[in-house]
């Protein structure tokens, strides 16, 4: 007896998203990656997350800073939560001016454009100067959220070595003399100079000036990332670039780290053309800037000691900084190398030959710790053998033991490489983004 119809099985096509052909070409660089499903597990309270950028705002005066947002909406409330023009407010702008001259920065309020955070500064640079294909050069390794917004926007990466003192300046100049001999020209250089973005490293006064020289020499535009720039341990902030080039470097700052980060405010510092540019950017992205959280970060500014609550956070880091540090010197097996920053939140890990970070990662979080494979910071699938750990966060105690688990996952790794040989990496095969939970 045949199947009656409403007892016949139904095909249906299966389509895992059923507008894939209506997407722009720039939606493929729009490529989710495994980190994503690896945080949700690192947030875990047993596992000690050695991975996420995420600062420690427990170090500030929630009272106090619950206080100001009371009497901000009590006094304010009207236009605190009215629209503002794209620029941003401008009182704060004057303020953003003052924090900027902590680095050596002369300027104008009329001339830094007011951004939700410094990540929406660099989407809106790299939307008024990048076509698809176009070349924007960074350092290798380089913070995973510009890669991203340059893969969205179809640029063509070229990395750019570094070492322990930051952008190597032969390497940027063998790059451009490379590039121009074969006519491809460099819209920017995109660099973080200042306690780098996975490395940790920071460039001294003579190599600024050689980078600023080379980047003149060959007219290409400088990009300067400084959410760190505050966040150091030992003495007076760097001299940012901006501050000894101001036609030829855009840059770029944050609240996040210094104050908070869910108030997503971070401003450009950009010539008077470029800033116009931006402007107009702005109010096509987001018709201006979240004007709530621009009186608040400016009232706190205003009312409470931002300079002394900076040095209590570079204290709280260093002592963070300095466990993770001497716990790796006393745990890690003997070939592996790290970084020795100065200041902000990252240390940047080589581990021993054949020991590949990525196919290492679900293993560690078996063990209950959790960082980011190196290959998360290349557009290229390198940095198999590097991880980066974050000493932000976690306290000086759970650090020491996150650092005792990992210690021991390599060692099995080496183990096991001992007994199997080395896992082939795959590098630069298959090369994804991290979504925005890292930093």
């Not at 401008?90 to 454009?113: K, Y």
């Not at 910071?377 to 991880?387: E, P, R």
């Amino acid at each position: 007896m045949e199947d009656s119809p409403e007892h016949r099985p139904v095909h249906r096509e299966t389509r895992f998203d059923a507008d894939v052909a209506r997407y722009a070409a720039r939606a493929k660089g729009m490529v989710a990656s495994e980190i994503r499903a690896l945080f949700s597990v690192a947030n875990r309270p047993e596992v000690v997350s050695l991975a996420g950028g995420s600062p420690n705002i427990s170090g500030l005066p929630l009272d106090v800073v619950g206080s100001l947002l009371n009497e901000l909406v009590v006094d304010h409330g009207t236009i605190a939560m009215q629209y503002c023009g794209a620029q941003g407010d401008p009182f704060l702008r004057e303020q953003i001016t003052d924090v900027m001259s902590q680095v050596g920065i002369d300027a104008s309020p009329d001339d830094v454009v007011v951004t939700v955070g410094s990540q929406q500064a660099l989407d809106l640079v790299t939307k008024i100067f990048c076509d698809p294909g176009d070349v924007v050069l960074c350092e290798a390794p380089s913070y995973v959220g510009a890669l991203g917004v340059f893969a969205a926007y179809q640029c063509d990466v070229v990395h750019v070595e570094m070492d322990d003192e930051g952008l190597v300046p032969e390497h940027l100049e063998n790059a451009l003399a490379r590039l121009t001999a074969v006519g491809r020209r460099v819209k920017f250089l995109y660099t973080i100079p200042s306690y780098h973005n996975p490395m940790g490293v920071s460039l001294g006064a003579t190599r600024r000036s050689q980078i600023l020289d080379i980047c003149h020499r060959y007219d290409v535009l400088v990009v300067e990332d400084d959410p760190y720039g505050l966040l150091g341990f030992e003495g007076e902030p760097y001299r940012a670039l901006r501050a000894d080039d101001t036609a030829r470097v855009v840059y770029l700052g944050s609240f996040s780290k210094t104050f908070a980060p869910g108030f997503r405010v971070g401003w450009a510092l950009a010539p008077h053309a470029i800033r116009d540019k931006l402007v107009l950017a702005q109010e096509s992205a987001t018709l201006c800037p979240p004007t709530f959280s621009q009186f608040a970060v400016s009232t706190y500014l205003a009312n409470h000691d931002w300079k002394g609550q900076i040095k209590a956070f570079r204290e709280m880091y260093r002592e963070r900084r300095d466990a993770m540090l001497e716990s790796l010197a006393d745990l890690m097996p003997a070939t592996t190398k790290w970084t020795t920053p100065k200041g902000g939140f990252f240390v940047w890990v080589t581990l021993p030959e054949g020991i590949d970070s990525k196919a290492m990662s679900p293993r560690a979080v078996t063990a209950r710790v959790a960082y980011v494979p190196g290959t998360a910071f290349y557009a290229d699938g390198y940095g198999s053998q590097n991880m980066r750990l974050s000493y932000c966060l976690p306290p000086p105690d759970r650090i020491r033991e996150g650092i005792r688990r990992l210690a021991a996952v390599v060692e099995r790794e080496m183990e096991l490489r001992e007994t199997f040989g080395p896992l082939d990496s795959g590098r630069g095969e298959g090369v994804e983004f991290p979504g925005p939970e890292v930093q």
